[in-house]
Nanobody, 116 residues
């Protein structure tokens, strides 16, 4: 069973930066390296939304609201996916979740709070 553990959340002022990490376990590195991974977020009272994805080979996609500010990356040897978030806005505040769709696995979520 694949397990995902996020870290790196916290409180930041608007305009600041944070980097989230998502460490995967329960899967061989060779499998992780060819798997698509994603980051989602859910703000209070809103539906969970896709933030970014990264495929094998490094192909990435982003929600329009974060393009140019967020960067998703991966380290296959460490079985870890990252989300670098720059120029954070108040509307970015949410619980951020890591997702491995190929394993139907979600992390526990990490809270991002952005103060104005």
């Amino acid at each position: 069973q694949v397990r995902l553990v996020e870290s790196g959340g916290g409180l930041v002022q608007a305009g600041g930066s944070l980097r989230l990490s998502c460490a995967a376990s329960g899967s061989p590195a060779a499998v992780f390296s060819i798997a698509t991974m994603g980051w989602y977020r859910q703000a209070p009272g809103k539906q969970r939304e896709l933030v970014a994805t990264i495929k094998t080979g490094g192909t990435t996609t982003y929600a329009d609201s974060v393009k140019g500010r967020f960067t998703i990356s991966r380290d296959n040897a460490k079985k870890t996916v990252y989300l670098q978030m720059n120029n954070l806005k108040v509307e970015d505040a949410a619980v951020y979740y890591c997702n491995a769709p190929w394993a139907n696995a979600w992390g526990q979520g990490t809270q991002i709070t952005v103060s104005s």
